[in-house]
């Protein structure tokens, strides 16, 4: 392990539930080798890579409820539709030419899920990057990762605010995201709609139902529940900012 790197982790061992860490001119081989050691150390840490700046977030614990929460309905959705998804959770997504890197709280293949079902090694330099990330902010701003991952070609983004307690959804065009009334993978998901998964519902998510149904809401069609089962499914090292 390099000097630079052990200072970086170092940094990152005091980083508190919540917050997030900034380090400014980073080569790419010392983004690469932190991401290497994190992998073992401290998994759940969400790393972003833009031109040289370096951001580690460590996710608060009811993050990653409302990630699985989101998970869980995109299967559903997914299942009823009989749309083939391959969920990628919170993957690492990088391309050494664009010097751009991202993990988001969440990703799907839907559109393209044909192409990367079944394959280990996903490569964005080969393959389509995901059709869908999730980015959730309860205590950080995630707008800002917005232009990695449109270098990246990421078609939409969904965004959670926990403080409108309310999910957007935001679709690349000509290289910038707009946001949209609804998403273009499934249709009658939009901001606005009463929710689905709620604890009078018919279908339940697991523990989820702890959670705000505002998540994620759908306007569902008419005939949506006919027939369907019930079913279980500042540092020395760089900025600080809490």
């Not at 969440?106 to 490569?123: H, N, P, Q, T």
């Not at 939409?156 to 959804?169: G, K, L």
């Amino acid at each position: 392990m390099g000097v630079q790197t052990a200072s970086y982790l170092d940094a990152i061992e005091h980083l508190p539930d919540g917050a997030r860490l900034v380090f400014h001119q980073v080569p790419w081989e010392e983004y690469e080798k932190l991401l290497e050691d994190l992998e073992d150390e401290r998994p759940h840490l969400r790393v972003s890579y833009d031109g040289g700046t370096l951001e580690v977030m460590s996710p608060r614990p009811e993050h990653e409820k409302y990630a699985r929460f989101i998970d869980g309905l995109v299967r559903i959705l997914a299942e009823i539709r009989d749309i083939p998804v391959e969920c990628v959770g919170s993957a690492t997504w990088k391309r050494r030419r664009l010097a751009k890197g991202v993990e988001p709280d969440a990703c799907y293949y839907l559109a393209s899920a044909g192409r990367v079902i079944g394959k280990r090694g996903i490569d964005l330099e080969v393959d389509p990057p995901p059709d869908v990330v999730v980015e959730i902010d309860l205590t950080t701003e995630s707008s800002r990762k917005f232009r990695i991952d449109a270098a990246l070609g990421v078609p939409e983004i969904w965004w959670y605010d926990d403080e409108q307690r309310q999910m957007s959804f935001h679709e690349l065009v000509s290289g910038s995201y707009v946001e949209i009334r609804e998403s273009r993978f499934f249709t009658d998901l939009t901001p606005g709609a009463s929710a689905i998964v709620s604890i009078q519902d018919p279908i339940v998510l697991g523990d989820t139902t702890e959670l705000y149904p505002d998540v994620a809401v759908l306007a569902p069609r008419p005939d949506f529940y006919v027939d369907r089962p019930r079913r279980q499914v500042d540092h020395p090292q760089g900025d600080f900012f809490s």
